[in-house]
């Protein structure tokens, strides 16, 4: 520990001590202490070169004994340590106060998609905070957490990268960013039924015919038509939807679809002339006699 009475060349070494020495005769650490700022305080007396009062914004070198030092918390969050440092004998009483640098931290939320990114130590919930100030030196965890029908994309910024958690080391002010997308999900059409047709869905996608899965974004409202080929008709869906209109689907999950088409029937009638009597019979099966029956085309 260095002591007032020491001398400066064992201190700033011997060729600087030498020329303090010289021009200014200062030759010890109090010495250099009282030559700058040129006023110093000692006790309760200011002094300088005219003894005159210091003037406001003038640097003053106290020459005191620390009597007591304390490490205090904020009480806001993020907390942080600082240290008050009370001198002894200077009145009226002077304390110092030493605090570690901060920098800012902000995040930033992109995509489609949404989400939640936390801090570890507390200070970010973003949400509704998307910055915080945070210690020189301080390793700060974030995690990103999807919404309900969203994803985690991956980081950007400040060297983080990837879709695990963040860790960003406060040497300076830092930026990142959190990507979030929406989540894509399958809606698959199936046809059934000896009848023909195609489905078609809006927004594109499908066109079933040759393409009957397709894959929206959550929460899209996905519009499926049927139109049934020549000589069918259509029958009906079934899963996700039902009845003979359009069928509207919204994408909260997987959803699955059927659509039944049938052969379109017309009838075919006998009437039969004449003073004679027979009968009339059909293959396929269906008419005899005098009754008529519907045949698929």
């Known amino acids: 520990m260095v002591s007032l009475t020491d001398r ?32 110093y305080s000692q006790g309760m007396t200011v002094r300088g070169e005219d003894d005159a009062p210091p003037e406001e914004g003038e640097h003053i070198t106290f020459v005191d004994v620390i009597d007591e ?9 993020p907390r942080r340590e600082y ?9 009226p009483k002077v304390t110092a106060t030493f605090a570690l640098q ?47 029908g969203s994803t985690f994309t991956g980081w950007s910024g ?4 990837g879709t695990g958690s963040c860790q960003v080391t406060m040497s300076a002010a ?45 929460g899209t409202v996905v519009t499926l038509a049927a139109p049934a080929s020549f000589g069918s008709v259509f029958a009906g869906w079934g899963g996700a939807c039902s009845g003979t209109g359009s069928c509207q689907v919204t994408m909260d999950a997987a959803k699955s679809v059927t659509a039944s088409f049938q052969l379109q029937s017309f009838p075919l009638t006998v009437t039969k002339a004449g003073s004679g009597s ?20």
């Open 8 to 39: 400066l060349d064992g201190i700033v070494g011997g060729k600087a001590a030498t020329l303090l020495d010289e021009v200014f005769g200062i030759r010890t650490v109090d010495a250099l202490l009282r030559h700058y700022p040129r006023k």
């Open 69 to 77: 030092a304390t490490v205090r918390w904020t009480n806001r969050q």
């Open 83 to 91: 240290l008050v440092i009370t001198l002894r004998y200077t009145r």
């Open 102 to 148: 901060t920098f800012a931290l902000s995040v930033s939320k992109s995509g489609a998609g949404s989400g939640t990114v936390t801090s570890s130590p507390a200070g970010i919930d973003c949400g509704a905070t998307c910055g915080a100030s945070y210690d020189y030196g301080s390793v700060v965890t974030l995690s990103a957490s999807p919404a309900v």
């Open 158 to 161: 400040s060297g983080c990268s």
């Open 174 to 218: 830092r930026n990142v960013t959190a990507n979030f997308a929406l989540q894509s999900l399958a809606l698959s059409v199936t046809k059934l039924g000896a009848g023909s047709g195609t489905v078609t869905s809006s927004p594109l996608g499908i066109s079933c015919g040759a393409t009957c899965a397709a894959s929206f974004s959550y």
């Open 278 to 297: 027979g009968t009339v019979s059909s293959s396929p099966a269906g008419v005899k006699t005098e009754h008529f029956a519907a045949f698929a085309s």
